[in-house]
């Protein structure tokens, strides 16, 4: 394969695990259900900057994929840290709010705090805003 190809292929992965990332679960709840980030105003930013390193990595515009891929990376990371603190925040004021109320409510609000969990969304977000950099990181081939 060409390194350009290669490239180009790799920007498109990455894209494309972007896509799917956004629209997995991203939190796990236990009665809610697995929630996903497609609703959320970030997850709205990171499917246009998805689309835009799309174009451009079609377009072989590598610069616009490094801007677009360090704002992707920056998104993430923050939401998945946000969300991280809020789930946990979340768990102790369960907890909490359990402890005062006796056994059977805490053993409760132990089950439930034990079954929230990160989703494997936030894999396939990483994984794809580092693909999106690498493309753009990428050797450009001498002629």
Do not use: H
């Amino acid at each position: 394969m060409m390194p350009d190809t290669t490239r180009t292929f790799v920007g498109l992965i990455g894209c494309l695990c972007l896509f799917v990332g956004i629209f997995a679960p991203a939190v796990e709840l236990p009665i809610i259900g697995a929630k996903s980030i497609a609703n959320s105003t970030d997850g709205k930013i990171i499917l246009v900057l998805s689309a835009l390193g799309l174009l451009a990595t079609l377009y072989k515009r590598y610069r616009a994929l490094l801007a677009t891929g360090m704002l992707i990376a920056i998104t993430v990371a923050t939401d998945w840290y946000l969300m991280q603190n809020a789930l946990e925040r979340g768990k102790n004021d369960l907890y909490q709010a359990a402890s005062n109320s006796g056994d059977f409510a805490e053993s409760i609000a132990e089950l439930f705090g034990a079954s929230i969990k990160m989703g494997w969304a936030w894999g396939a977000l990483f994984l794809g805003a580092f693909m999106v950099l690498a493309a753009a990181f990428w050797p450009t081939p001498k002629e």
